[in-house]
């Protein structure tokens, strides 16, 4: 079983539209929890952490469920360039470092 | 947030040779560094945690004589694919911070290996 997986989509939306995307997790003693945004042949960039109580950024709100161990993803009021892979991050062993262990991202398409 | 940067952005080789990617954190010092592994249409896989001044930690089924990592500074850690292989083509990804649960990592542009 994968450590982090998500739904590869691709979720194709018009603009304007709400869209979530969930994460599960596998390991419980996972800590710390991200979304990250990566664009075509680009590197990786944070979007939001994910806190136990929830948070929100602007049209983006992030949830976390360690009982059910997932985590989730809103955003809301689409725009085209919200269109990117989004990657569900969380760390790999808090014991030995804080490196990420990615699902493999949704893909979302935001169209006119 | 803090800069890494990562040299060279692309690289095409012929197979048989090495080739060095340098990781560098611009405006920090990075006493831990990670490299990650992007094959295409794949999630990053972490490769590897580099220490300054100490050897770097390998992931389970990364060879650690073919992909060897030296971080001599706390502003440089460098990636060496030796005998590259068409099978190593990926795109490798260096990131810094991470230093607590909730740190940041900050993530270099990448550089997309090609073994031809």
């Known amino acids: 079983r994968k450590e982090v997986e998500q739904d590869p989509g691709p979720f194709n939306v018009p603009e304007g539209a709400t869209v979530a995307f969930n994460c599960t997790y596998s390991n419980s003693a996972s800590q710390s929890f991200f979304w990250y945004r990566q664009d075509c042949r680009k590197e990786p960039k944070l979007l939001m952490s994910v806190y136990s109580s929830g948070n929100e950024d602007g049209r983006f709100t992030a949830q976390l469920n360690r009982a059910s161990q997932y985590i989730s993803l809103l955003i809301r009021d689409s725009k085209l360039s919200d269109s990117a892979t989004y990657l569900c991050?969380?760390?790999?062993?808090?014991?030995?470092?804080?490196?990420?262990?990615f699902g493999k991202g949704t893909s979302l398409l935001v169209t006119p | 947030g803090a800069v890494v940067s990562q040299h060279p952005s692309w690289v095409i080789c012929k197979s048989g040779t090495s080739v060095k990617i340098e990781c560098r954190s611009l405006d920090f010092q990075a006493t831990t560094m990670f490299w990650y592994r992007q094959f295409p249409k794949q999630s990053l896989m972490l490769m590897a945690t580099s220490n300054e001044g100490s050897k770097a930690t390998y992931e389970q089924g990364v060879e650690k004589d073919k992909f060897l990592i030296n971080h001599a500074s706390l502003t440089l850690s460098t990636l060496t694919v030796t005998s590259a292989h068409p099978e190593d083509s990926s795109f490798y990804i260096c990131?810094?911070?991470?230093?607590?649960?909730?740190?940041?990592?900050?993530f270099g542009p990448g550089t997309r290996l090609t073994v031809l």
């Open positions: 991050a969380v760390n790999i062993d808090p014991n030995s470092g804080y490196a990420l262990n």
């Open positions: 990131s810094s911070g991470g230093l607590s649960s909730y740190n940041e990592q900050f």
